[in-house]
């Protein structure tokens, strides 16, 4: 069965780059995706990469996809205190429609 | 367009009650997701619709949990009895076809 693996928590100095790593289990997986989840608030999609690609960029958004090894990551360059949020890595499967989450990984920017 | 829509955004009940939790979903979308969020087990996926029929309902935890879509823009998940282990925050999804799902605000629902 499909199954998203992540660390639960990163802490990083304002400035610095900051990776979430997650690995993932379902070959078949048509779309990657990273969401944000603020305080109190419901997730929002960052950014996505289809499963033939290998590397996406978006400003400061750099995520990278390893389909040999099923490794997702996702760099945020110059992290800033508005990034602290908790950020879930999430595969797609088009078969069944349904997106399987990861468990989120807990950003804290130190000022 | 508005968003996905929840509501209560707060409900505090006492064990045994009744809870109903609603969603409206963004207009054209053709998929509906109910999820429930604990600090312990993270976003679980409860159960889905699509065009209205429910397609997947493993997630329910039991018979207290159940989940309709009378209409297109519209559906509601009920808790009935309420106990304090079911106190997290729900969240109704929505999407098109082979498209990113779009999240509603969440429902914290307190159980004492």
């Known amino acids: 069965g499909e199954d998203v693996e992540q660390s639960l928590f990163l802490s990083v100095r304002e400035g610095d780059s900051s990776v979430i790593n997650c690995t993932y289990t379902d070959s078949s997986s048509t779309y990657l995706y990273w969401y944000k989840q603020e305080p109190g608030a419901g997730l929002q999609l960052l950014t996505y990469?289809?499963?033939?690609?290998d590397m996406k960029q978006d400003q400061r958004l750099t995520v990278l996809l390893n389909k040999k090894d099923k490794h997702l990551s996702l760099r945020i360059a110059d992290t800033q205190t508005g990034d602290s949020a908790i950020y879930f890595c999430?595969?797609?499967?088009?078969?069944?429609?349904?997106?399987?989450f990861g468990i989120g990984t807990k950003l804290q920017v130190i000022p | 367009d508005a968003g996905v829509i929840q509501s209560p955004r707060h409900e505090v009940t006492e064990m045994g009650q009744e809870v109903t939790l609603r969603c409206k979903p963004i207009s054209g979308h053709d998929y509906l997701f109910w999820y429930r969020q604990t600090m312990m087990r993270g976003l679980e996926l409860l159960i889905y619709?699509?065009?209205?029929?429910?397609?997947?309902d493993s997630g329910m935890p039991e018979d207290r949990f159940s989940a309709k879509m009378p209409n297109a823009s519209f559906s509601t998940l009920k808790i009935q009895p309420s106990e304090p282990r079911d106190s997290a925050v729900y969240f109704c999804?929505?999407?098109?076809?082979?498209?990113?799902?779009?999240f509603g605000p969440g429902t914290r629902l307190t159980v004492t």
């Open positions: 619709f699509n065009n209205n029929v429910p397609i997947d």
């Open positions: 999430a595969e797609y499967s088009g078969g069944y429609q349904k997106v399987t």
């Open positions: 990469i289809f499963s033939n690609m």
């Open positions: 999804a929505s999407m098109r076809r082979n498209s990113e799902q779009y």
